[in-house]
């Protein structure tokens, strides 16, 4: 697998999970990391994104203020802090990258490398 998300589980709303997007086989500072998720009957959707180079963001207007993205190029690993979870943010979440050239971009088909989800319930 040449790039994994995971650390997704069942949480309560309000509740908080973080996100972890590993690569043994890209080096992230050379590339954009974007979050997108896809709940049932949906399509995906972006949800976040960093530039592996100088850190830059961009977020869904649905989860500003609520949702932090970062990474760690030293341990080639990209995070997604999801606080005040809602259970509309029920949904599969996946990590993707894109050469860091490309710029920040929330649109799912301009990324080139995607990794395995992790499913996200938010549920009582």
């Known amino acids: 697998v040449q790039l994994q998300a995971s650390g997704g589980g069942l949480v309560q709303p309000g509740g908080s999970l973080r996100l972890s997007c590993t690569t043994s086989k890209f080096r992230l500072d050379f590339y954009v990391i974007g979050w997108f998720r896809q709940a049932p009957g949906k399509e995906r959707e972006g949800v976040s994104c960093?530039?592996?180079?100088?850190?830059?963001?961009a977020y869904a207007d649905s989860v500003k203020g609520r949702f932090t993205v970062s990474r760690d190029n030293a341990k080639n690993t990209a995070y997604l802090e999801m606080n005040n979870l809602k259970p509309e943010d029920t949904a599969v979440y996946y990590c993707?990258?894109?050469?860091?050239?490309?710029?920040?971009?929330?649109?799912?088909?301009?990324?080139?490398?995607w990794g395995q989800g992790t499913l996200v319930t938010v549920s009582s």
């Open positions: 960093i530039s592996g180079d100088h850190g830059r963001t």
């Open positions: 993707a990258l894109v050469a860091v050239v490309h710029g920040l971009t929330l649109k799912a088909h301009e990324y080139d490398w």
